[in-house]
């Protein structure tokens, strides 16, 4: 567009607005505003009259003005439409300027995250290292940091070369990160075999700084270690209270048998007359043994025993030396129950 210029010649001809001005103000200096007799309000109305018709004289000299002046009224008039009409493209045209700027810088900004997170997809496949989308990925992807790297840059290129930076910071970043996994994941397999039952949730644990994973290594293992001596204290003393005859001492065994002595002689005795009294013809008519007729089955003989340790151990004695050395007796055994 070519440079604007108007010229104007704005003279007036002839006017006496100077000396009628200087009058009016006369006349309005001299008012009285102190109103008390009939003279004063009859001066004061003529005074109002007076000066409303000096405004209609002041508007019509104005009009007349304007009028003489049509050329130069039709002029400001359309300089004022196009002033109009121009403001309203340049805001319109800011407006789509800074939208469209911003619409580029997001696209920039994601196209870096996009980058970034096949980047690390890369990592898992690879290198292997599934541990690797189980940890924090957050501070690589976090839209924040792309941005601040495009803060300020003037220009597409600008853009670019924000972009490219972050990237190729965070890249590294993720390198490192995969090797202190990689690190870790090597650790955790050396473990020895009993202790990698603690470790199911490997994949969260790679992810640790390598002191803190060591730290937690320690706690779990030595918690273990510390179950599993706990648990063969208890065992042991299980089987301390768990006495099986054949661990109970034979001066126990010989004092039971003492005991009972007696009683078992006079059973035999009882048993060979009764034999003796019996006819041959009764003994041929005797049932065979019920052990021969009848099927063999497994059974238990269960004896509550509320005593000492001592008399129990008598008692057991006692079963032992009568019912040891039978065949169809396959355990003899002294148990002490926890519960009571």
């Given at each position: 567009m070519n440079q604007l210029f108007i010229k104007l010649t704005g003279t007036v001809n002839s006017?006496?607005?100077?000396?009628?001005?200087?009058?009016?103000?006369?006349?309005?200096?001299?008012?009285?505003?102190?109103?008390?007799?009939?003279?004063?309000?009859?001066?004061?109305?003529?005074?109002?009259?007076?000066?409303?018709?000096?405004?209609?004289?002041?508007?019509?000299?104005?009009?007349?003005?304007?009028?003489?002046?049509?050329?130069?009224?039709?002029?400001?008039?359309?300089?004022?439409?196009?002033?109009?009409?121009?403001?309203q493209a340049r805001l319109s045209l800011e407006r789509q300027i800074k939208t469209r700027k911003l619409e580029i810088k997001q696209q920039y900004i994601q196209s870096g995250i996009e980058e970034i997170q096949r980047f690390i997809d890369n990592q898992i496949i690879d290198k292997q290292i599934n541990a690797f989308k189980k940890c924090d990925l957050t501070p690589f992807l976090k839209r924040s940091r792309f941005e601040s790297a495009v803060s300020g840059k003037a220009g597409i290129r600008?853009?670019?070369?924000?972009?490219?930076?972050?990237?190729?910071?965070?890249?590294?970043?993720?390198?490192?990160?995969?090797?202190?996994?990689?690190?870790?994941?090597?650790?955790?397999?050396?473990?020895?075999?009993?202790?990698?039952?603690?470790?199911?949730?490997?994949?969260l644990l790679t992810c640790l700084p390598e002191d803190e994973l060591e730290a937690e290594i320690n706690k779990r293992t030595t918690r273990y270690d510390e179950e599993m001596a706990r648990r063969e204290a208890e065992e042991s003393a299980r089987e301390i209270e768990n006495i099986t005859i054949e661990n109970i001492t034979i001066e126990n065994t010989e004092a039971a048998t003492e005991v009972d002595a007696s009683a078992l002689e006079l059973n035999q005795n009882d048993n060979n007359q009764h034999k003796n009294d019996q006819t041959p013809a009764e003994n041929m008519t005797q049932d065979p043994d019920p052990d021969q007729r009848q099927q063999i089955k497994k059974y238990q003989i269960i004896i509550d025993l509320l005593s000492t340790l001592d008399k129990a151990k008598r008692v057991a004695g006692i079963i032992k030396s009568e019912y040891g050395n039978d065949s169809s007796v396959q355990l003899i055994k002294l148990i002490h129950h926890r519960d009571e």
């Open positions: 006017s006496n607005f100077d000396i009628w001005k200087k009058q009016l103000i006369a006349q309005i200096q001299a008012v009285n505003v102190e109103l008390i007799t009939d003279d004063d309000f009859v001066i004061a109305s003529k005074q109002a009259r007076s000066f409303k018709a000096a405004e209609k004289s002041l508007k019509e000299a104005k009009q007349s003005a304007i009028n003489q002046a049509e050329e130069i009224q039709q002029l400001f008039t359309a300089i004022d439409e196009i002033t109009e009409e121009a403001r600008g853009l670019e070369i924000g972009i490219e930076q972050i990237c190729t910071q965070i890249k590294t970043e993720i390198s490192e990160k995969a090797g202190k996994i990689q690190h870790n994941k090597i650790k955790l397999d050396a473990l020895p075999e009993v202790y990698k039952i603690l470790f199911q949730d490997a994949a």
